[in-house]
């Protein structure tokens, strides 16, 4: 203390500076003091530096600790339980540093060059204690726009917000806590609410089989708490945390019930009925699910039965067959709720012009189990199939998606046979080749063609097609003289030409003149996606 007492005296002679509190931890720096960058010498005039320290969320103040330091010492003081701070100090550049339990710590710097007032706003820390979280986001709180109904369904803003009390936390101290909610709340979702000067806190949990459960505060010192499950709610509860672990006994009261249906309504009248598929609704109040007690259904929707106090619950419907839905329900009475959701549909309109007979499917679902020609379908892409005589000719790709769920087609099925007309060319090689002058009219799809004054033993055959020079190998199966494609062609208008060639025959008999009839089909289509 002697040698320091010196040093002090030395660099200090002549200035006759008050320095209060004084801690050395270095020397000096050089230089003349102009701003606030740099090293700076202490100025020869002491000035007051005087702070207010608040919550940034609600603006309550808080007490705590600064460090005020430069290049040569630091300081320690206290801010009161007013949040405030009052000190003396040399002129000249320092760094501030807040910490207050509960909070993060927040640091700034000041030029002290007269006297000078700060106001710093400390942000609450976002945990206090293991899965002991900051109800709510900063910018929700900050704006003012937290609703606690959204947590906590049946606790009003008000409640929470005005009617439980601030307290202050002392120092860091890990406190096992156990609540006790009684043996009938026992395996019971519940939620704790905390306040610590002002700012909400939630610890949510289950009960065990006795009905109580644990909860770990970092911070020793005065917590006001309060206690729900979905049908209880407790007494307000002021806890002082002790030097070891402490039990906290809420007086759990029960809520009184209400009768909530949820009617949910297809958009789509499918048959005659408007129901939707059950058990795809989900509701919650925060974090307690919501359980039905009866689902009935009539053709004019589907009911979901619940009894549950008052309050604003979430609900979300998920059916592959209807697009998703999340809506809200505020509860005040005995009350029926109405949604609307909107299914997938797909309805298809055919007129078949070709006298042939056709039938479809949907992505494999027959016509046959469809109603009125509706399908209710899923979100994605399905094809549509139309077939003649057993065989697809047409095909069409419709895609649902929550934006576009229900789309409508209109098809024309027409018949577009032709003859083509053939040459015999190479006899001894039992090589028939029919060619066809001119061009199609319009683009078709062919099942087949019967071959006309042409007879032979044989039943096999390969038909080479060629549309507009580009030639296809087409496979079938000939039957009285019909030859039919495993799998219809479709071709361009155009130029097309039909070779077919007949093997292992031991008779062929030709007259004149040679052709084939070619089965062939094209339709036409309108799709529009429309709103119900």
Same mark, same amino acid.
């Given at each position: 203390?002697?040698?320091?007492?010196?040093?002090?005296?030395?660099?200090?002679?002549?200035?006759?500076?008050?320095?209060?509190?004084?801690?050395?931890?270095?020397?000096?720096?050089?230089?003349?003091?102009?701003?606030?960058?740099?090293?700076?010498?202490? &100025?020869?005039?002491?000035?007051?530096?005087?702070?207010?320290?608040?919550?940034?969320?609600?603006?309550?103040?808080?007490?705590? &600790?600064?460090?005020?330091?430069?290049?040569?010492?630091?300081?320690?003081?206290?801010?009161?339980?007013?949040?405030?701070?009052?000190?003396?100090?040399?002129?000249?550049?320092?760094?501030?540093?807040?910490?207050?339990?509960?909070?993060?710590?927040?640091?700034?710097?000041?030029?002290?060059?007269?006297?000078?007032?700060?106001?710093?706003?400390?942000?609450?820390?976002?945990?206090?204690?293991?899965?002991?979280?900051?109800?709510?986001?900063?910018?929700?709180?900050?704006?003012?726009?937290?609703?606690?109904?959204?947590?906590?369904?049946?606790?009003?803003?008000?409640?929470?917000?005005?009617?439980?009390?601030?307290?202050?936390?002392?120092?860091?101290?890990?406190?096992?806590?156990?609540?006790?909610?009684?043996?009938?709340?026992?395996?019971?979702?519940?939620?704790?609410?905390?306040?610590?000067?002002?700012?909400?806190?939630?610890?949510?949990?289950?009960?065990?089989?006795?009905?109580?459960?644990?909860? &770990?505060?970092?911070?020793?010192?005065?917590?006001?708490?309060?206690?729900?499950?979905?049908?209880?709610? &407790?007494?307000?509860?002021?806890?002082?945390?002790?030097?070891?672990?402490?039990?906290?006994?809420?007086?759990?009261?029960?809520?009184?019930?209400?009768?909530?249906?949820?009617?949910?309504?297809?958009?789509?009248?499918?048959?005659?009925?408007?129901?939707?598929?059950?058990?795809?609704?989900?509701?919650?109040?925060?974090?307690?699910?919501?359980?039905?007690?009866?689902?009935?259904?009539?053709?004019?929707?589907?009911?979901?039965?619940?009894?549950?106090?008052?309050?604003?619950?979430?609900?979300?419907?998920?059916?592959?067959?209807?697009?998703?839905?999340?809506?809200?329900?505020?509860?005040?009475?005995?009350?029926?709720?109405?949604?609307?959701?909107?299914?997938?549909?797909?309805?298809?309109?055919?007129?078949?012009?070709?006298?042939?007979?056709?039938?479809?499917?949907?992505?494999?679902?027959?016509?046959?189990?469809?109603?009125?020609?509706?399908?209710?379908?899923?979100?994605?892409?399905?094809?549509?199939?139309?077939?003649?005589?057993?065989?697809?000719?047409?095909?069409?790709?419709?895609?649902?998606?929550?934006?576009?769920?229900?789309?409508?087609?209109?098809?024309?099925?027409?018949?577009?046979?032709?003859?083509?007309?053939?040459?015999?060319?190479?006899?001894?090689?039992?090589?028939?080749?029919?060619?066809?002058?001119?061009?199609?009219?319009?683009?078709?799809?062919?099942?087949?063609?019967?071959?006309?004054?042409?007879?032979?033993?044989?039943?096999?055959?390969?038909?080479?097609?060629?549309?507009?020079?580009?030639?296809?190998?087409?496979?079938?199966?000939?039957?009285?003289?019909?030859?039919?494609?495993?799998?219809?062609?479709?071709?361009?208008?155009?130029?097309?030409?039909?070779?077919?060639?007949?093997?292992?025959?031991?008779?062929?008999?030709?007259?004149?003149?040679?052709?084939?009839?070619?089965?062939?089909?094209?339709?036409?289509?309108?799709?529009?996606?429309?709103?119900?």
């Amino acid at each position: 203390m002697g040698i320091s007492a010196i040093l002090i005296v030395t660099v200090f002679a002549g200035a006759n500076i008050a320095y209060p509190n004084y801690i050395p931890i270095g020397s000096l720096g050089s230089g003349n003091s102009t701003g606030s960058g740099g090293l700076h010498t202490f &100025s020869d005039q002491n000035f007051t530096l005087t702070g207010n320290v608040s919550n940034l969320y609600n603006g309550l103040p808080v007490h705590g &600790s600064l460090i005020i330091s430069n290049s040569t010492m630091s300081k320690e003081l206290n801010y009161s339980q007013n949040g405030t701070f009052k000190v003396t100090l040399p002129g000249g550049p320092y760094s501030l540093s807040y910490s207050s339990p509960g909070f993060d710590t927040m640091s700034s710097s000041i030029f002290l060059d007269k006297n000078k007032t700060v106001n710093q706003n400390i942000i609450p820390s976002q945990s206090i204690g293991n899965r002991i979280s900051i109800l709510g986001t900063n910018t929700s709180i900050i704006g003012n726009t937290l609703n606690i109904s959204q947590s906590v369904p049946y606790l009003s803003d008000k409640n929470i917000s005005y009617g439980l009390d601030r307290n202050n936390i002392t120092g860091q101290k890990n406190n096992i806590i156990t609540l006790e909610f009684g043996k009938t709340l026992n395996n019971t979702a519940f939620i704790v609410l905390i306040t610590q000067d002002g700012t909400v806190y939630e610890y949510n949990g289950t009960t065990n089989s006795t009905g109580n459960a644990t909860m &770990s505060l970092n911070y020793s010192g005065n917590y006001t708490m309060s206690a729900y499950t979905l049908y209880y709610n &407790s007494t307000i509860v002021k806890y002082k945390t002790a030097s070891g672990n402490g039990t906290i006994k809420f007086q759990m009261e029960k809520r009184q019930t209400y009768n909530e249906t949820v009617k949910l309504s297809s958009n789509y009248n499918l048959n005659g009925n408007k129901s939707v598929n059950e058990s795809a609704l989900t509701g919650h109040g925060g974090i307690f699910h919501l359980q039905t007690t009866d689902i009935t259904i009539n053709s004019t929707g589907t009911y979901y039965h619940y009894s549950v106090p008052a309050g604003t619950y979430g609900f979300s419907y998920n059916n592959q067959s209807f697009v998703g839905k999340l809506f809200s329900v505020n509860v005040i009475g005995n009350q029926t709720s109405s949604e609307n959701v909107s299914a997938y549909v797909i309805a298809v309109n055919i007129t078949d012009i070709t006298g042939s007979g056709y039938s479809y499917n949907i992505s494999g679902v027959a016509v046959n189990n469809m109603v009125n020609n509706t399908y209710r379908a899923t979100a994605g892409t399905h094809t549509l199939s139309v077939s003649i005589s057993g065989k697809i000719i047409y095909t069409y790709n419709i895609s649902l998606k929550s934006g576009n769920p229900y789309y409508e087609v209109t098809l024309t099925l027409n018949n577009n046979n032709f003859n083509v007309t053939g040459i015999l060319t190479s006899y001894p090689d039992k090589d028939l080749n029919l060619n066809y002058t001119g061009t199609i009219p319009s683009n078709v799809t062919i099942t087949g063609m019967q071959l006309k004054n042409v007879t032979f033993s044989s039943s096999s055959s390969n038909v080479t097609i060629i549309n507009n020079k580009t030639p296809y190998s087409v496979n079938g199966t000939m039957s009285n003289y019909i030859f039919n494609l495993t799998t219809p062609l479709a071709i361009s208008s155009g130029n097309l030409a039909i070779r077919v060639v007949i093997t292992n025959s031991t008779s062929i008999s030709v007259s004149q003149p040679v052709y084939a009839y070619v089965h062939a089909y094209n339709i036409t289509e309108k799709g529009i996606y429309k709103d119900l």
